[in-house]
Structure formats: structure tokens, C-alpha cells
């Protein structure tokens, strides 16, 4: 069914164009890669796979509660719109929210992809090429596998939330080849792997778990390659020039911190904007969500030497600070660690069916 059919609220022209500034580079020097982002190319050869294949699209899913999403964890829980909700209308908030979020996970792969291809164009360094090309797989996989998912299961989509197509936007049209990985790689990623990681780890629902598990698998990959390359090119900046980045690293984070939180949803239910932004404030749930979004960010950030007075003070002011001194290469390791095991646990089931069945065909055959 065309995604047009389907979109809770008009998405406007079906095309957007962002006009690119700024060099594609060709280097000539083929024998000269870092051995650790060839490593990286290498494993992203290795771990490609097919999520026509890998995820089991016959499981069924609810979509007036497609991820068991809790009453309490609902923005409009306790309100007087709440209290005048049928099971009904609450479902169908649940289904609102989920093809939001899930939209936004879509439409931010898509944003991936298209910055690892002007990554491919423009970073001057042959083997982050090679790496990003992979990457480039990796995103249209995602994206394929969001869309199947909000076409077949969901059943609506959300148009891009404006903050995200702003920063994605921003992101784009600096000609700097290192934007598109700070932008995208850094933040929009960083976000998005929080997000992925705090529905992964609630949901009992078994779809979107694996959809989750398997994506973030690949997103570990991607983070290492931002980390790698910016660590290594931040070392040659000026402090002007990382003072530069932090400022752009600032205003992204408050703008995804404050407008990133589904408000829209609520208005398509009727409710006043104000009210809306009120009760997105005030929803206890929705503040530890959104501190949570930034565990990948700042310790990443931290990690590449982007770690000026002004920047710590304002995760200080978000109260995310101390998540600076997380472990990320744990914490990548345990996403590829879930998703190996979750894989491990399903063909253990199918091997037991398997072998349940041919139990069952040898009886069948013994008593007739
Ligand atoms: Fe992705
Ligand atoms: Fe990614």
C-alpha cells in the first residue's frame, strides 16, 4: 500500500531536497588503510544479513499495542483526557505513539543512509570509504525492515518530526566532511541507539524485540567507525575549531532533548499545543526516557575530545553528566552480545520443533 495511504498527518511534498556544498575526494594512495577501521570494513562485510530472512514476519502483532507499551509510561496518563478514554481510544493512542516513534526510527535510517553516502563522497581518507560503503548497506537494510514493519504490522506511519529534519537538514549542508559524522553518527545515532536499546530491553513483544536487537547489533559497528575517525581528526583541530563542534553538539542535544517527544501525536488527538507540551513536560516516564537518550551521546563525545567547559556544563544543566564516564565499548559489546544470543535462543526452539516433529513422524509411522 503506498506510505502516502497511510500517514497519520499530511508529510507535505513527497520530495526533499537539500542542496550539498563542499568537495567529493578521491585519494590515490590504495595501501595505506588503518588497521583497526579495515578490521571494522571487514566485519562489516562479514555480519551483513537479510531481515526478509533473519526476522520472523509471521509473528502477529497488536497494533493497538504493538510494544505492551504500560499505562503509567503514557503521556496522557493521569490527566483529565485520560480519565474520559475507553479502552478504545487508548489503544488507538498506543498505536499513534508507536507509528511515531517507529516513523521516526524509519526516517532517521533513511537520514543515515544518505549521510554515510556523503561520508563515501566526501571524507578524504580511503579506508573510512570502504567502511562507510558498508554502512550505506547497513542503513538501507534498516530503513527496509522499519517500513516493512510500519506498513504490515502497524498500519500507519508519521510524517518526520521538523526539529529532526532540521538537525538532519543542518547536518547536510555543512560542507565540513566531518558534520555529517558528528551530526549523524554522533547524535541523531547516539539518540536513536538509546531509544532502540530502552524498547529492546521493555518490549515482551517478540517482533519489534528482534527487529531492535538485530538493528542495534549493526548500529554498534557504526558508532565505533564515528568514534574512530573523529578521535583521530579532532586531535588535529584548533580549540577554536573543536569549539566550533561543541556549539553544534549543544544546540542538537537541547533540540532533541526538547523537541523530540512525540507532542504531535497529542495534537492529532485534539489536544491544545500548550497542553500538549505540558503534559510531555510533566510525564514522569517521558523525563527518564529522555535522560536516558543521551547514556550513548555524551560518553562518546567525551570519548572523541569534544569535552569543553561549555559543553559539560550543559549536560551538567541536563543533568546527564556523570553518564560521561559510561562504558561504551561495554555496552556495544552486550548489543551484539543480545542480539547473538537471541539468535542462539531461536534456533534452539526451531531445532526442538524440529526434532519434536520427526519424533512425532517416527511414532506415527511405528504404530500404523
Ligand atoms: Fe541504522
Ligand atoms: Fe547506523
Same mark, same amino acid.
Given at each position: 500500500?503506498?506510505?502516502?495511504?497511510?500517514?497519520?498527518?499530511?508529510?507535505?511534498?513527497?520530495?526533499? &531536497?537539500?542542496?550539498?556544498?563542499? @568537495?567529493?575526494?578521491?585519494?590515490?594512495?590504495?595501501?595505506? *588503510?588503518?588497521?583497526?577501521?579495515?578490521?571494522?570494513?571487514?566485519? *562489516?562485510?562479514?555480519?551483513?544479513?537479510?531481515?526478509?530472512?533473519?526476522?520472523?514476519?509471521?509473528?502477529?502483532?497488536?497494533?493497538?499495542?504493538?510494544?505492551?507499551?504500560?499505562?503509567? @509510561?503514557?503521556?496522557?496518563?493521569?490527566?483529565?483526557?485520560?480519565?474520559?478514554?475507553? /479502552?478504545?481510544? +487508548?489503544?488507538?493512542?498506543?498505536?499513534?505513539?508507536?507509528?511515531?516513534?517507529?516513523?521516526?526510527?524509519? %526516517?532517521?535510517?533513511?537520514?543515515?543512509?544518505?549521510?554515510?553516502?556523503?561520508?563515501?563522497?566526501?571524507?578524504?581518507?580511503?579506508?573510512?570509504?570502504?567502511?562507510?560503503?558498508?554502512?550505506?548497506?547497513?542503513?538501507?537494510?534498516?530503513?527496509?525492515?522499519?517500513?516493512?514493519?510500519?506498513?504490515?504490522?502497524?498500519?500507519?506511519?508519521?510524517?518526520?518530526?521538523?526539529? #529532526?529534519?532540521?538537525?538532519?537538514?543542518?547536518?547536510?549542508?555543512? @560542507?565540513?566532511? /566531518?558534520?555529517?559524522?558528528?551530526?549523524?553518527?554522533?547524535?541523531?545515532?547516539?539518540?536513536?541507539?538509546?531509544?532502540?536499546?530502552?524498547?529492546?530491553?521493555?518490549?515482551? +513483544?517478540?517482533?519489534?524485540?528482534?527487529?531492535?536487537?538485530?538493528?542495534?547489533?549493526?548500529?554498534?559497528? %557504526?558508532?565505533?567507525?564515528?568514534?574512530?575517525?573523529?578521535?583521530?581528526?579532532?586531535?588535529?583541530?584548533?580549540?577554536?575549531?573543536?569549539?566550533?563542534?561543541?556549539?553544534?553538539?549543544?544546540?542538537?542535544?537541547?533540540?532533541?532533548?526538547?523537541?523530540?517527544?512525540?507532542?504531535?501525536?497529542?495534537?492529532?488527538? *485534539?489536544?491544545?499545543?500548550?497542553?500538549?507540551?505540558?503534559?510531555?513536560?510533566? @510525564?514522569?516516564?517521558?523525563?527518564?526516557?529522555?535522560?536516558?537518550?543521551?547514556?550513548?551521546?555524551?560518553?562518546?563525545?567525551?570519548?572523541?575530545?569534544?569535552?569543553?567547559?561549555? #559543553?559539560?556544563?550543559?549536560?551538567?544543566?541536563?543533568?546527564?553528566?556523570?553518564?560521561?564516564?559510561?562504558?561504551?565499548?561495554?555496552?556495544?559489546?552486550?548489543?551484539?552480545?543480545?542480539?547473538?544470543?537471541?539468535?542462539?535462543?531461536?534456533?534452539?526452539?526451531?531445532?526442538?520443533?524440529?526434532?519434536?516433529?520427526?519424533?512425532?513422524?517416527?511414532?506415527?509411522?511405528?504404530? &500404523?
Amino acid at each position: 500500500m503506498p506510505t502516502y495511504d497511510l500517514y497519520a498527518s499530511d508529510p507535505g511534498d513527497p520530495l526533499w &531536497q537539500v542542496p550539498a556544498t563542499g @568537495s567529493a575526494r578521491f585519494g590515490w594512495e590504495y595501501d595505506d *588503510g588503518r588497521d583497526r577501521l579495515l578490521a571494522l570494513y571487514q566485519k *562489516g562485510k562479514d555480519k551483513q544479513w537479510d531481515g526478509q530472512k533473519r526476522i520472523d514476519w509471521d509473528l502477529e502483532v497488536d497494533p493497538a499495542d504493538p510494544l505492551g507499551t504500560p499505562d503509567e @509510561s503514557m503521556s496522557l496518563y493521569g490527566t483529565k483526557y485520560w480519565a474520559k478514554m475507553t /479502552d478504545k481510544d +487508548k489503544g488507538e493512542l498506543r498505536k499513534h505513539y508507536a507509528s511515531w516513534q517507529f516513523s521516526q526510527f524509519l %526516517h532517521g535510517e533513511q537520514g543515515a543512509m544518505v549521510c554515510a553516502a556523503r561520508i563515501v563522497e566526501s571524507v578524504p581518507d580511503l579506508d573510512a570509504k570502504f567502511y562507510s560503503a558498508t554502512q550505506v548497506m547497513d542503513e538501507a537494510r534498516h530503513a527496509e525492515i522499519y517500513g516493512r514493519f510500519l506498513h504490515e504490522k502497524i498500519g500507519m506511519l508519521y510524517p518526520i518530526n521538523d526539529n #529532526l529534519q532540521a538537525l538532519l537538514g543542518d547536518t547536510l549542508r555543512d @560542507s565540513r566532511w /566531518d558534520m555529517p559524522y558528528l551530526g549523524m553518527q554522533v547524535l541523531i545515532e547516539g539518540l536513536a541507539l538509546a531509544a532502540f536499546g530502552m524498547i529492546r530491553d521493555t518490549t515482551d +513483544k517478540p517482533l519489534p524485540q528482534q527487529i531492535l536487537a538485530y538493528v542495534m547489533q549493526d548500529e554498534a559497528r %557504526h558508532v565505533a567507525f564515528g568514534r574512530m575517525a573523529l578521535r583521530d581528526y579532532y586531535r588535529q583541530l584548533s580549540d577554536a575549531e573543536l569549539r566550533e563542534r561543541e556549539e553544534f553538539v549543544i544546540e542538537g542535544c537541547y533540540l532533541m532533548r526538547d523537541r523530540l517527544r512525540g507532542v504531535e501525536v497529542l495534537r492529532n488527538f *485534539g489536544i491544545p499545543a500548550a497542553e500538549a507540551e505540558e503534559y510531555s513536560e510533566q @510525564s514522569e516516564f517521558l523525563a527518564l526516557f529522555r535522560r536516558l537518550l543521551f547514556s550513548r551521546i555524551v560518553p562518546c563525545v567525551k570519548d572523541i575530545g569534544l569535552w569543553g567547559t561549555r #559543553l559539560q556544563q550543559a549536560y551538567v544543566d541536563m543533568g546527564v553528566f556523570e553518564m560521561g564516564d559510561s562504558n561504551l565499548d561495554l555496552l556495544m559489546a552486550q548489543d551484539e552480545e543480545i542480539a547473538e544470543r537471541l539468535d542462539a535462543e531461536r534456533f534452539a526452539v526451531e531445532e526442538r520443533e524440529r526434532v519434536t516433529e520427526v519424533a512425532e513422524a517416527i511414532e506415527a509411522g511405528g504404530s &500404523q
